[in-house]
């Protein structure tokens, strides 16, 4: 028997709560085209993202049974998404240029069922931009933030929230901004306390961060209730 | 008037929720005690972290007004720490060199009034001592793994728990493992979804994301409640 | 008289028992075909690595006499390969993309006589498909680790067999990963002792290492049992 | 003749404008030594940077002529400093470990003969800080950030100032912080237009850049007059 | 509602005295479109920075109503530029190759305003061109120095003139001047005083501090020369 | 119950062969103790390795019964050593400097019950030194190469020696070669065939990989000798 | 008048004594074009070096008058090259693939007159097959090696010759060898004394370097003479 | 037989016309003192760097038979030095930092037998005090430029002279120039052509590269001169 050249890990939204997804690049045509095979096969919802819509068209992927595109975030899914979950999630891009990412975000989040509200374009350089909009931000049970060159707005953002901030670095920019190393490093000093970061332009990984942590509400709260009641 | 060397964000905990808390690595000692004589004469409970035995000896700082330090962590409180909260905490630690930071995750949440369990030295070299204690873990709202060197811990615990997963890489080991960027970087990486990851070393931080996750089961639960029945 | 460009090492085999063979990478197209008009002159086996189809069609080298090119691995063979050594390598590879470097691996070794078992997409991710294998794992005399990303396979592979474990980092992920140094250091850094690297994307020589490897059954065994005697 | 260790550019100050200093760090107490001698002979004024108070107490240089040492900046003074020049420069300082580069800014600044304001400890972790100061920086003619860690500092005075922003990044913090190297890149990809940088802890460096800027009301005013009449 | 992709701060130049600009580069052409339909739309100036000739073409830019594209910089401006301004920067080049960015700070100070000299191919190699030419550059208000490779002409420079020198790094060059760290850092690390630099190739921001520079004139003279009559 | 600081893996040895052994440098001095209380009491054999001179005299170790220290390779046995096995290791060794890693690795091996053959101070500058004793080199079953600096030594003794060849870069050096990293990086990037690396200064991990390495011998032969008479 | 956008040092050669010559990378086609407009007008000889065969045909620079393109170096010459000077180079390369180096400084040797003599493909992985060579090698007054990856030939070459010995570090490989920082990092700390390094890939610089100190031959050689009869 | 745990090279001078030397630092008292006895049983003259002064002290050094010291360079000699050879090396440093260096190539020269002329504390922000020494400077055969920070010397000296110029980087500095790295960098990205780097700190090696450049004279002159002359 040939060893198969991918395993989908069926159980994995059972056991961790995570969506089952692919992310498709790095992976060659023909192991993405087995992956698809087995997926519509078994006619569970899936998530496909980083792939380009130049890749949709070079695969004929349009033509797949129950396939959408999204250009803006390079993702897509296969027979629909999950049911809808409680919670909300804000998603705040600091520029034009992190769109690409924050709409991952928000595709994964919105595949997974949860509800997604979107602050673009409200870097610090313009700092009445945010300070207008903290209200809304602050009804999220969860802030994503997604930023490049300095990302200093994870920062500025960790101190006016008190909810879960996850901050997400973007390889926009240039000179030293370029690749997201920067953004990273200055998430990851932040002076904000409990800011925690993904890798360089994983949006997906902020959403599934953001789906365990609306996961606590549903642990967390009766059983603590009852632990405080002993 | 003379300008002051420090300002403290009394309002902070109001705000976003985070323990009023002093770093005090990089503070000369003239500007550390005049925090503290703030800090004394307000009453108020304080965290400070990254305070070694040698400063409080060289300071005398034990003798200061409801002063306590750990030794384990080089964290101390000043007039004890906050209300109990609801929800629980695991701490897993990959090896015993990583227990300073591993117990200034500790130390932050039990003063911050969150319940902790500790697990140590499970590192995956040894996989089934960490899957021994899976259950327990999984019982946990939010898990902090802490790891060094290669950090592979991370990956493997965000595969096998639904909750949210904090990362804090360590500084300890040699070669390409010293200063901590090898575990930071392989958490960033992680082939597991959703886990986040906080700066080197950074207990602290991770403490403060599991305090601001916590609060999710507060806000999010009866609200989003409400939302489905719409 | 003109220097050459080239210098084949054809008595390296005899040397050091390593497979004649040529990096094609980084080679003009004209110094690669003066290596194959003296190979084929010469009729002896050559394997060829890095290789990609495009360079294959390009330069037409399907037409040449005794030439087969895989194209998962990139690799190829003029004039077949070596003899049947003993022993057995296990393959081990995270993820669908390590595939281009795990099958460099899987192809040099036959191309050398060594017997190979492969076990693909088995990331610690999802720790209990790489348990459930373990015990064919185990039966190899070496085993090759082939991951990207965070390259937690190596550490906790590192802790289930006795048998040497060579890690190979694959340059596969974006961000922090890109590239493959995390995946590199988090190797050269893991908790598992005994753990030894090659360059990232390096399948070839992780191959070289096993067949070294397995040369030492062939010396040691028969003079170590004379030496326990006297 | 013996080649000397040093060669003070005694002219300096007349050709480019910029106080007559001496860098302490790296050099030999026999070197500084030299130096302080042939200052003292001159009797002109100048300033001495990285002057920690110990080495000051080991060469007992409290006895010297005319010195002026200050503990928090490691500067000191030998013989006073330059007549006052016009011009205001804001100071301002993200943390309390900030405060040995900001003094040694305003400690630069005030030998050089310019007025100064120092702001300290208004980090944006609690931008409404800030943000109250606004209407007292905007009054200066150039401000110079001293910000570590994520330095996002910068970004936000570079949206709300229209004058020169010089920002300092400093080496405190731990993790990716340690060594200043987050807090430059981050001050260099700032997405504030026209923020520019000094190396790290270079406080000397920024208020000499200071003293440029302020020469540029002397020279650009009246003779750009003149031409927009033309 | 639909959230929009961009949010033009159109009070910037109000607040801080900057040109309105768009970066193009990073930003998809659907984006960049919906920019410029807005500025049209509005008609005061805008300059485009990073917007190769390719584009231009690409996007049929050059049928928009009051577009002007510069090849040399790769800038363009939209209804022409701001009114003049009092003040001389002098713009010096090392290289042939640093001409992309120099006039990047060229066209954005002309859009600006700003008169401006150009001092092209003057590297150190051969220290007497540049020496040559002093007369004219000491005449400036502000010099910026553009410089790839080991970017000397930033000491050289810094040691002969009075006036501000803003230094901006170029990515020109080959093996460690790749990339345009060395460059940034060797400016840095200037041994001249209060020499301030810019991201790597950031022309844009050069010409923005220059601006900001230029405003000293107006704001600190008057008012130091009253102060100073007090 | 308290949850202890370490967890011994007593079944390491049975499970993958390797030693027990501890790592004794980033450990309190408390919890050093802790581990070595109880070894003592289980009476097994034990390795620390990192453990200076200094330290056993501070903690008064000499004392602790079946304790004995090397100083050259900083590493101590307690209760002897593991029986002989089978198979000779060459450690060759490229300056005086490398001696502390070089014989970390000889030690290990002679605990593990490994025979040694050392070479000193053969580095590749002086190449003659090295190929007058290759002879004896080419009759051990596995070489260690420890080098630091330039490591050429790996390169030069992968082109002359059939047998596996375990690289150990060290951190010897200054400048560039700091640290380690070049050394490193030089070993991984390897012209010679098969030779794989360990971290820098690892020298147990290297005497590990030769204890897997040796362990094929036993395996391998008679089982593959069977297969190739099917 | 305007600006012209380069400035040849026609007195370089006078002055320094180096080849006149223009890096085409990294220059516009236009910039370029203007330059051997020049060149072609005042008849003199010039080296144009990293000019690739496409760039060649793209400007059709075969028609220009006294054009000659070498393939293999990516360098140029027009209208011939400079007079015969005393002194032999050994240009000595490790692979094929550093051929593309090894010729640049072969072709700008022969262009300044020098005589070359190469020996291509004679890494240290076959360590004998440069010690047969060593005969001829040691009869060059100036030693040039070019190598990537591991770059070890560099110390070897420094351990077998008493001339100078210039080694040009080449960006081949991948992995860890990718861009060549390996092969910089590993000639500059060498073992072998005296051995000097230019920028990766710099194989003009090189030969730059040699002309350099085949020039001290003519001076040093009579004045020394004289003062040794002193 | 005991493996000793040194090799001196004694037949180097002869086979490379290198100076018999020890780089003491990285060396245990132990061994160093086993190369010294050695040494002086020996009565050759021999050449030891980076020994500081508290190290001559701790050993007791100074009573050594033929021992002389010097502070400034931290190297010593025994047993004298080598007869003097023809040729003039002009030392140029940059600051007063850099002397440690800048001697250790002074004494190395001296120790070898070459004569040596000092030029201090002539870094390029006062240009004008290198200009004034150039006639100097070009009088000598070799000049070794001695810089750290931006290191700009190394430039502008090779746009001067055209004698080969050795620049060594030093570690003098802080932040982006701590360590070296960004004097390495931009030494070796030079826009002067022809300029050779050594590793950072290595005046001795910048010495014997000086060494083996000043036998060009010898050999190349009159066989070149023959060869002319054919």
Redesign the interface.
Known sequence: MT?????L?HD?TA?????E?V?C????DR?LRA?LDEVVARGAPMLLT?LPVEQVARMGLASLDGFVHDEESETATVHGGLP?R???VAVVA????D?RVATEVVQTLRFTGV?VE??????????H?L?DRMDQIRAA??VVVVAG????L???M?????????AV?T????????????????????????????????G??????????????????PR??A??AT
Do not use: W
């Open positions: 060893e198969p050249t991918h395993r890990d994995r056991r961790v709560g995570m969506p997804a992310l690049e790095g992976k060659q192991h992956i980083r809808a409680p919670g909300l600091a520029g034009t240029s769109l509800r979107e602050h673009n374009d409200v870097g610090v350089a313009g700092v931009r300070l049970d969860v060159m300095d990302a200093a994870a920062s500025v960790g101190g006016l929230v008190a909810s879960p901030v996850v670095p390889s926009v920019g240039y000179g030293v901004a370029a690749g997201g190393t920067t953004a990273l490093h200055a998430m990851l000093a932040s002076c904000a306390q409990g800011v925690v970061v993904t890798n360089v332009d994983n997906f990984g902020a959403a599934c961060a953001a789906v365990r942590m609306l996961g606590v509400a549903a642990t967390a709260a603590d209730a632990e405080a």
